[in-house]
């Protein structure tokens, strides 16, 4: 029962899967929360390092603030570069994000320490715990995580406080501090735990939108919309678009023959088949029709296309799958229709799937079970 409880506690009530799913997306969120958080404590603590020059003439305690500040906008910069390579689609190190957390939290740490310690030795100041506790609300961390930063924060706290504030002081500084601490556990990881249950939540409700029951292939509104991401979303490094259009040889002869439960199975083999090619080359397939599917992927080089195209037609024949009225080959076998198409360029959506839909029947026309490629 306690391991149950512990691991509801660690997983934010999630399944152990369901979780890592959600906290790699979650990372993504964190990039953006990086960024706008460094910058709003890059401008308060360079605020703060303009007082002790006004009123006080402290150099020591104005050069403190103003390190922070830099600190601070430094790792907006990192934040903003990171960023910038999520919107190119390139692979984010969830690592290096957690060490950019880590470095802001102990930016916003030492930064409330020394304001809240420091600086007035004299008075009380553990309101100050309670704001950089709140600090962790921004990110979604894991709970293992929260609890440690959490406890370290307050061991570090509570020492210093008392090697240099009197005990009348710091008696009180130590009890708030214990109450922030722990009121900030209970509310940092039931906020975390809204929101990580509300993405795989909203998560469920997109792949039920957007899955086809039958192939696990997205569907053809999914499709639409990871089309249009493609043509505003690319990278520097991809020059071409391809689109890639497949229909079954003979389908129609296939289920007349086998039936319709049979057709379906080979209607699932295939989107098996289809979703490898996502895991091992990064390729989009979906389900876009009854036996008609489609690819999309990016290339530097034009080549590449029919390499691919090809590579399908191979694919689907290994499957090995029975088709006696097919009049090419004795068992199924797929037509490729394949357009390429620069980037750099204005494109209409629906003038380049009938170009790879011209394609497809241009390899329907010339024989079938083969790859046709137009630019």
Known sequence: MLRTLYNKWRYYTLEHDEYKSCMSKAYI????????ANIVF??????????????????IKASFYLGAAIV???????????????????????????????????NVMFFGLYLAVWAEPEKIAGSFIGIIICVLFLFNISPLLYLWLTVILLAVYVTAIINVKIPSVWNYDIQNALFAGIMGLIFGWNIIMKRITMMSVTEKLKDENTI??????????????TFKRFLTNHRQTDNFLCIAIIDIDFFKNYNDHYGHPQGDECLRTIGEALNELKK??????????????????????????????????????????????STVEPFITVSVGIHVAPYGIQHNIDDLYNLA???LYTAKNNGRNRTVVSS
Request: hydrophobic content about 50%; some cysteine; glycine content about 4%.
């Open 357 to 359: 839909d011209k394609a």
């Open 212 to 225: 086809d029951e039958l192939t696990k292939l997205r569907n053809r509104k999914d499709f639409m919309i």
């Open 29 to 36: 969120n964190n990039i953006i929360a990086l960024r706008w």
């Open 280 to 325: 091992s080359g990064g390729i989009y397939a979906a389900r876009v029709g009854g036996e008609e599917f489609a690819l999309l992927w990016n290339i530097e080089n034009f080549a590449d296309a029919e390499r691919i195209g090809l590579k399908v037609n191979k694919l689907i024949r290994d499957l090995n799958i029975p088709h006696v009225k």
């Open 42 to 59: 890059f401008v308060m603590a360079l605020l703060f390092s303009i007082f002790p020059v006004i009123t006080e003439k402290n150099i």
């Open 72 to 106: 601070a906008l430094c790792l907006f910069f990192i934040s903003s570069n990171q960023n910038k390579k999520l919107r190119e689609r390139k692979k984010i190190n969830t690592k290096f994000i957690n060490a950019l957390v880590l470095l802001y939290y102990i």
